[in-house]
């Protein structure tokens, strides 16, 4: 350990496991302390780590451990309070907390100000940020590689709204440069009894975002597949072109695999311009776990100021929840 490093503690050791991955491979962070209410989950992950500091209580791990840096990664309806409890009574430099957000907006808005108030620099989960291809698509888009873009869309096959088309949405909201939604329109479909990690799920979501410039952003989840969806991939449309963002967890297959499997198909973004050039962009051996890596190492350098920002700063990330919220 250098004296540059950032304490960090996990609570919540199933997702929470690639978190601690992520600290234990960044040079500006040590892992010093695991949390959760099952004992095999927590062994698991912190032998995996050689952490010895190991608990089922998350107020004493913060008060024995009094750390940096504060990975939330328990079920959704937690996440306000254990936030808003590490902001205000132990103010942490930061605290990055997974995705959905909150269980509403209300619960978003007061996690947000108790770290302001408390100078706690707070991010949300959304390490698909983080994705070589998803960086490299929206500087594509900034350059001007398809013109102004006029519409958007992103469909999912299954998971649920707050597990799955909040990721959908909040890739696409980066892609797009993160704009200021000024209108949604949607419909949720739930007629059983379901549940996605403790949330209460639908059966089919769709969603219509508007913003400032009449362009439009389509979300839909669990609708029928239409003749050219793919899981997760992205289609915008500009005034001079189309680029189709295939994404890390599409063609890796994620669902029950390895979030370290490298993606088998050479192929990440496809430009289709204009005047009917297409252009390619591979893969350039991109995974979500290293993504990870990536997002908590950049949170480290973000809170002791060594770096200006983070690409899932909550003041930004919001904005996926009030949509998910509409």
Known sequence: MTGTQQRAVVVGCQVGGMHADAYSHSDATELVALCDLDDQALHDVADAHDVDARYTDFETMLREQQPDLISIATPQASHAAMTILAATEYTPRGILCEKGMANNLGEARAMLAACDRNDVKLIIGHE????????????????????????????????????????????????????????????????????????????????????????RLVLEGETPKGPHAENHRHTLVGTEGMLVVRTESEVAGRSGTDPYQHPDDSIGLRVHRANGQVEEFPFVGDTLGEARRREVDAFARWVTGEIPGHHQDAHLCIQTQEIMMA
């Open 128 to 215: 698909n940020r983080y994705l070589t291809q998803i960086q490299q698509a929206r500087q594509l888009i900034a350059d001007g590689a398809i013109g102004d873009v006029r519409l958007s869309h992103a469909w999912y096959a299954q998971g649920g709204m707050m597990n799955q088309m909040c990721h959908g949405c909040d890739r696409n909201l980066f892609l797009l440069g993160d704009p200021q939604p000024t209108w949604v329109m949607g419909n949720v479909q739930r007629h059983s009894d379901r549940w996605e990690r403790g949330w209460p799920a639908e059966e089919a979501a769709t969603g219509i975002v508007g913003f400032a410039d009449g362009s």
